[in-house]
């Protein structure tokens, strides 16, 4: 009896080629492929791009949407959803300018109050959302429009400089491992993915992101909190936001409260990478390899001489080829 | 029946604005009883259910656990108090493992701090369990999405098995399921009750309701207009009570 049971658990886990392609894993796989594929492109196309140089500078370029990208990744596998990245990066920035510039709290103090503003807008999202039930898309689009205000009213709509060299350095030193020079702000991002990753495969917390995701009534029905959990994966979406916030400043030298927000890009970077906006799905890995995607497409293209008009064509082409596939495998 | 009942209902009711969608319903399950629960669409059985659940919350009326008052704020609260409800949509989170969902909200974890998950003894423990009930289904590892309605139904009974119930809610459980299978749900349903566990099952199979329970509760309008015992009632009778509300 033993034996046959352990016969069909085999059987049933044995490989099938069609069900591998419909799975999360399958979207990691296949946009590896992808990722290889436009590098060797690129390759042939520009002697400059297949350079370790050229890769650091890829890495630092994406590091910010990547950071942001990889917190929101947990939030959207829940089935929320963050359009207030951006302004909350602008006001992190401009936070900390003003922490560092106005206080003597230092860079724990900045890198703090900028985390506390994070944390406090994804609260108030996260409470309105789960508590009042209240659209995600319509809450956090409002918040977006409250943080940039906020923000411009505190810096009286001008740049905030950053001078401590320390706080810099979090933007703009590398790392030197052997021959390579890694720049910072990638290293974050690594971090950042390495930490949320762990959390969403191995702990309780992870498990229930994807159970919120799947069905939040039988979460509920099944004595999980849901509204608390839905209110702490705002929150670190928030402190995600406000942390790639802090990193470009640094990289930027100034607290910056204007500019357009770069929510789209990294909510167009979680859904490339598998997450689906119906929630239950995705990985952080398909973030990562979906940032690397489109920050080697535009380097590739920047380095052919392709002006970044129709890069901008290309990014928004990319998301909607990813999202026809995922409709079709569907069927296979 | 005699002795403590380990759930009372007294004068339940639940309002929404002007309707009344259970009204004044008592109701005592005894350890080891199975009562089913009849009436036409919309007569408030699911209603009177998840306000024992604590999926709702009554508007009127107290309930009571071996004697003593009880408030379900959250679905929580009722599973505490060893309350398990499988609901006629079963609950199930599709995009996780079979394993996943019999152990959804008791997981097992190791380190306080971290709470990581015991992947491996979670899998041989629903292994265990579901060879125990005689459950078909071959691997813990099967994401719902892929399972038939039956292993659902499997799934959802296992999860119920594992928590250990004293009362056990069962709303419309063979709706979905084949001849086989609806065989396997009453006989499980039966050891259930050797267990000593109470049943409530809400069903339109009068088949199955005369086979397994020992009383039967017809709900009319909202409101329970009587309770029969299984052995001193016929088919056409019940029937009768709920299409005319009276013999």
Same mark, same amino acid.
């Given at each position: 009896?033993?034996?046959?049971?352990?016969?069909t658990?085999?059987?049933a886990?044995g490989?099938?080629?069609?069900?591998?392609?419909?799975?999360?894993?399958?979207?990691v796989v296949?946009l590896?492929?992808?990722?290889?594929i436009?590098?060797?492109?690129?390759?042939?196309?520009?002697?400059?791009?297949f350079?370790v140089?050229n890769?650091?500078?890829i890495?630092?370029?994406i590091?910010?949407?990547?950071?942001a990208?990889?917190?929101?990744?947990?939030?959207?596998?829940?089935?929320?959803?963050d359009?207030?990245?951006?302004?909350?990066m602008?006001?992190?920035?401009?936070?900390?300018?003003?922490?560092?510039?106005?206080?003597?709290?230092g860079?724990?103090?900045?890198i703090?109050?900028?985390?506390a503003?994070?944390?406090l807008?994804?609260?108030v999202?996260?409470?309105?959302?789960?508590?009042?039930?209240?659209?995600?898309?319509?809450?956090?689009i409002?918040?977006?429009?409250i943080?940039?205000?906020?923000?411009?009213?505190?810096?009286?709509?001008?740049?905030?400089?950053?001078?401590?060299?320390?706080?810099?350095?979090?933007?703009?030193?590398?790392?030197?491992?052997?021959?390579?020079?890694?720049?910072?702000?990638?290293?974050?991002m690594?971090?950042?993915?390495?930490?949320?990753?762990?959390?969403?495969?191995?702990?309780?917390?992870?498990k229930?992101?994807?159970?919120?995701?799947?069905k939040?009534s039988?979460?509920?029905?099944?004595?999980?909190?849901?509204?608390?959990i839905?209110?702490?994966?705002?929150m670190?979406?928030?402190?995600?936001?406000?942390?790639a916030?802090?990193?470009?400043?640094?990289?930027?030298?100034?607290g910056?409260p204007?500019?357009?927000?770069?929510?789209?890009?990294v909510?167009?970077?979680?859904?490339?990478?598998?997450?689906?906006?119906?929630g239950?799905?995705?990985?952080?890995?398909g973030?990562?390899?979906a940032?690397?995607?489109?920050?080697v497409?535009?380097n590739?293209?920047?380095?052919?001489?392709?002006?970044?008009?129709?890069?901008?064509?290309?990014?928004?082409?990319?998301?909607?080829?990813?999202?026809t596939?995922?409709?079709l495998?569907?069927r296979? | 029946?005699?002795?403590?009942?380990?759930?009372?209902?007294?004068?339940?009711?639940?309002?929404?604005?002007?309707?009344?969608?259970?009204r004044?319903?008592?109701?005592?399950?005894?350890?080891?009883?199975?009562?089913?629960?009849v009436?036409?669409?919309?007569?408030?059985?699911?209603?009177f259910?998840?306000?024992?659940?604590?999926?709702h919350?009554?508007t009127?009326g107290e309930? =009571?656990?071996e +004697?003593?008052?009880?408030?379900? #704020?959250?679905? !929580?609260? @009722? %599973?505490?108090?060893?309350?398990?409800? &499988?609901?006629?949509?079963?609950?199930?989170?599709?995009?996780?493992?079979?394993?996943d969902?019999?152990?959804?909200?008791?997981?097992?974890?190791?380190?306080?701090?971290?709470?990581?998950?015991?992947?491996?003894?979670m899998?041989?423990?629903s292994?265990?369990?579901?060879?125990?009930?005689?459950?078909?289904?071959?691997?813990?590892?099967?994401?719902?999405?892929? =399972?038939?309605? +039956?292993?659902?139904?499997?799934? #959802?009974?296992? !999860?119920? @098995? %594992?928590?250990?119930?004293?009362?056990i &809610?069962?709303?419309?459980?063979?709706a979905?399921?084949?001849?086989?299978?609806?065989?396997?749900l009453?006989?499980?349903?039966?050891?259930?009750?050797?267990q000593?566990k109470?049943?409530?099952?809400i069903?339109?199979e009068?088949?199955?309701v005369?086979?397994?329970?020992?009383?039967?509760?017809?709900?009319?309008?909202g409101?329970?207009?009587?309770?029969?015992?299984?052995?001193?009632t016929?088919?056409?009778e019940?029937?009768?009570?709920?299409?005319r509300?009276?013999?």
């Amino acid at each position: 009896m033993t034996q046959s049971v352990t016969q069909t658990d085999r059987n049933a886990g044995g490989f099938n080629l069609f069900r591998f392609a419909r799975s999360q894993e399958g979207v990691v796989v296949f946009l590896l492929v992808a990722l290889m594929i436009i590098v060797a492109v690129f390759s042939t196309a520009s002697p400059y791009f297949f350079d370790v140089r050229n890769g650091m500078n890829i890495g630092r370029a994406i590091s910010i949407i990547g950071i942001a990208s990889a917190f929101t990744t947990l939030l959207m596998i829940a089935g929320g959803l963050d359009l207030s990245i951006g302004a909350v990066m602008n006001a992190a920035g401009v936070v900390a300018a003003i922490v560092l510039s106005e206080t003597s709290l230092g860079i724990g103090g900045a890198i703090a109050a900028a985390v506390a503003v994070g944390a406090l807008v994804g609260w108030v999202n996260g409470m309105f959302i789960a508590k009042l039930g209240i659209n995600p898309l319509i809450m956090t689009i409002a918040m977006q429009f409250i943080v940039r205000g906020l923000t411009l009213g505190l810096a009286a709509s001008a740049s905030k400089v950053i001078v401590d060299p320390m706080f810099l350095a979090i933007g703009q030193s590398y790392f030197h491992i052997g021959p390579l020079s890694i720049p910072a702000p990638l290293l974050w991002m690594l971090l950042a993915m390495l930490v949320l990753w762990f959390v969403l495969r191995f702990t309780l917390f992870g498990k229930y992101v994807y159970a919120v995701g799947g069905k939040a009534s039988a979460c509920r029905r099944a004595g999980i909190n849901v509204n608390v959990i839905t209110i702490q994966l705002y929150m670190l979406s928030g402190i995600g936001a406000a942390l790639a916030g802090v990193v470009l400043a640094a990289i930027q030298g100034a607290g910056i409260p204007y500019g357009a927000g770069s929510e789209l890009s990294v909510i167009s970077a979680v859904i490339l990478g598998g997450v689906s906006l119906a929630g239950g799905v995705g990985l952080i890995e398909g973030t990562l390899i979906a940032v690397l995607l489109v920050g080697v497409l535009k380097n590739g293209m920047t380095l052919m001489g392709i002006s970044s008009v129709f890069q901008m064509v290309a990014e928004g082409l990319v998301l909607v080829g990813a999202v026809t596939l995922d409709r079709l495998k569907r069927r296979l | 029946m005699q002795g403590t009942p380990f759930l009372e209902a007294r004068n339940i009711g639940k309002r929404y604005g002007g309707l009344h969608a259970v009204r004044d319903v008592n109701l005592s399950i005894y350890p080891g009883e199975v009562i089913g629960i009849v009436g036409d669409n919309g007569a408030g059985k699911s209603t009177f259910i998840k306000m024992l659940a604590g999926d709702h919350q009554p508007t009127s009326g107290e309930l =009571l656990i071996e +004697g003593s008052p009880v408030r379900f #704020a959250h679905p !929580r609260d @009722a %599973k505490q108090a060893q309350i398990e409800t &499988i609901y006629q949509d079963l609950a199930l989170c599709e995009n996780l493992s079979v394993m996943d969902n019999i152990f959804l909200g008791h997981e097992l974890t190791r380190n306080p701090v971290l709470r990581l998950l015991q992947r491996t003894k979670m899998h041989t423990e629903s292994r265990v369990l579901l060879d125990d009930l005689g459950i078909g289904i071959p691997s813990t590892h099967e994401l719902v999405v892929n =399972l038939s309605g +039956g292993q659902r139904q499997a799934t #959802a009974l296992a !999860r119920v @098995a %594992k928590a250990g119930a004293k009362l056990i &809610i069962l709303d419309e459980p063979s709706a979905a399921l084949g001849v086989r299978e609806t065989r396997a749900l009453l006989d499980l349903i039966l050891r259930f009750r050797t267990q000593g566990k109470s049943i409530l099952v809400i069903s339109h199979e009068m088949r199955d309701v005369f086979e397994i329970t020992d009383r039967i509760a017809i709900f009319k309008r909202g409101e329970l207009i009587a309770i029969k015992r299984t052995k001193e009632t016929t088919p056409d009778e019940i029937v009768s009570l709920i299409i005319r509300g009276r013999q």
